[in-house]
């Protein structure tokens, strides 16, 4: 089996279960991913599948929430992943035809299983496109997003201000 691991805007394959070797600042380095990021790039990859095959994929169920679903889009949810089991939720929310918003698959990050960093994200995604620091209106609990743009639409993560400063979320918005 192979996987991959994304570095820029290329992907190298290496086997399973094996650490990956790629060039960072004219360097050779042995990294081994975080499971979290093998499963996000599997799921940039198949981001348009349908809500049961996402779901099987992510290790979760997703239901439909009726309550937080509306004439815009169709949103629904899960718990903890089986596959993963630092992602504690996902929310998958599905713009309906001829509406004008993004889709949009979150996942939620329980920080106590994972500490993932912003140098981890950097060393296996690269430098990111943008970032988002909360005003001091927002609350302390509000985190430092970072983004990355892509053909397909942006891939944010979102950091906890507090220390330690670990990844608490990851978003896909694409069309």
Not at 18 to 46: C, K, Y
Not at 100 to 111: E, K, R, V, Y
Request: aromatic share 10%; proline share 9%.
């Amino acid at each position: 089996m192979t996987s991959f691991i994304r570095k820029g805007n290329s992907d190298f394959p290496y086997p399973a279960g094996m650490a990956a070797f790629f060039l960072m600042s004219g360097q050779i380095m042995a990294e081994t991913p975080p499971p979290t990021f093998r499963l996000l790039d599997a799921l940039m990859h198949n981001r348009e599948m349908p809500p049961e095959i996402l779901a099987r994929g992510l290790g979760v169920r997703l239901d439909p929430s009726p309550g937080t679903s509306n004439y815009v889009s169709e949103v629904f949810e899960g718990g903890q992943s089986n596959v993963d089991p630092a992602i504690s939720h996902v929310v998958l929310r599905l713009t309906r035809d001829g509406m004008d918003q993004d889709n949009l698959i979150a996942l939620g990050i329980d920080t106590e299983r994972s500490c993932i960093t912003l140098r981890d994200i950097v060393s296996y995604y690269g430098n990111f496109s943008g970032m988002h620091v909360p005003t001091p209106r927002q609350p302390p609990t509000a985190a430092v997003t970072y983004s990355y743009r892509q053909d397909w639409g942006r891939l944010v993560f979102e950091i906890a201000r507090k220390d330690p400063a670990c990844l608490k979320g990851i978003r896909l918005e694409y069309r």
